[in-house]
């Protein structure tokens, strides 16, 4: 899957600038239009002048965006800071984390006209220092690699699929126990450690992933949030949401020109591969670095929660027939409203 996604030469992200939107593979909150970076910016203002308050010595607010992909999002944000609260966004520092050069390319031209963007291209836990601020990321981790774990009911124990050729396609096949093994005593996933009333009536072959990356990640962004928020928008689940009797093959999906597939070992490089985040095990993993939870909300929630306080301070004011499609869209729950889930965590 990181091969498929990341690869500097072949990877889906690599190689496709505009796979998002009418002429790509799947939408997202931001192509819906500018709307979304606006609410994120009234929400993060808020948030950031609250923690100067705090201190008021603080001569510099941080906002980290992790998984920026042409920068849109970003341009979005700032453009609303700069517009609506100049004397913040002169204090900001928008820090972008991209390894890659070529998406990185992108996100500078879209942000020539703004001098406070810095890029850092390697992991959270090379940063030199601590941040204050706002660490947020939009769709990105249900992009992270993962193990695709079935249940085997009559052994009563779980197999890892891994990935195999066969001629000259690639194909599912089960890992050694051994590996498999291996890999469940390092996981800091809950799966491994259901209760046996729940194991006792899985159907055979139930499939679900774990995702030790996203945890990870999570874990070092919490590690270099000194104050402030971080912040996850994601297609995702509870842990116990992630069981389910309809959904016995897991949430992998394969995305390609706005199709959902279940084959995801075609068109590699060529399609879009997402798993659902498990925010249990997110929330799990903050609130032990130290984390407060301050909520778990659908998107809906979150952005009608931002709107309603907008609203009374005039921030976006005449409010148009535009802003209200695309308000719709990003709310409503046959669109992005319900498939998409907030968490907010806090120091």
Excluded at 20 to 47: H, I, M, N, P
Aim: glycine share 6%; charged share 20%; proline share 3%.
């Amino acid at each position: 899957m990181e091969l498929a996604l990341y690869c500097p030469v072949h990877g889906y992200y690599e190689k496709q600038k505009d796979n998002v939107g009418r002429r790509g593979d799947f939408y997202t909150s931001v192509s819906t239009g500018e709307l979304f970076g606006q609410l994120l910016a009234s929400q993060f203002s808020k948030w950031l002048e609250q923690l100067k308050a705090l201190n008021p010595q603080l001569s510099t607010l941080n906002l980290l965006e992790a998984g920026a992909h042409d920068g849109r999002l970003a341009k979005d944000i700032l453009s609303w800071l700069r517009a609506n609260r100049p004397q913040l966004f002169e204090q900001i520092e928008y820090l972008i984390l991209e390894p890659s050069s070529h998406r990185r390319a992108w996100q500078q031209e879209t942000l020539k006209d703004f001098s406070n963007v810095r890029w850092h291209n390697s992991q959270l836990s090379t940063l030199n220092s601590q941040l204050t601020g706002v660490i947020f990321s939009n769709e990105l981790l249900d992009a992270m690699p993962v193990h695709r774990h079935g249940w085997d009911a009559q052994s009563k124990k779980w197999f890892e699929w891994g990935v195999a050729v066969e001629g000259e396609k690639f194909v599912w096949a089960k890992m050694q126990q051994s590996a498999v093994s291996s890999q469940q005593s390092s996981s800091p996933s809950s799966i491994f450690h259901l209760p046996s009333s729940l194991l006792d009536v899985l159907p055979d072959g139930y499939t679900i992933e774990t995702s030790p990356a996203a945890e990870n990640w999570w874990r070092e962004a919490a590690g270099i949030l000194a104050h402030g928020k971080l912040l996850a928008i994601d297609y995702g689940h509870t842990a116990d949401e992630l069981f389910s009797p309809a959904r016995t093959r897991g949430t992998l999906r394969a995305y390609h020109r706005h199709r959902v597939s279940d084959d995801l070992l075609a068109n590699v490089g060529e399609q879009d591969l997402t798993a659902h985040v498990n925010f249990s095990a997110l929330q799990s993993v903050g609130e032990a670095a130290g984390l407060a939870t301050e909520s778990f909300l659908t998107q809906s929630q979150f952005l009608t929660q931002i709107l309603g306080a907008a609203m009374q301070d005039k921030s976006f004011g005449e409010w148009d027939s535009l802003r209200t499609r695309q308000f719709q869209t990003l709310t409503h729950p046959e669109h992005l409203g319900r498939a998409f889930r907030v968490l907010v965590q806090s120091r």
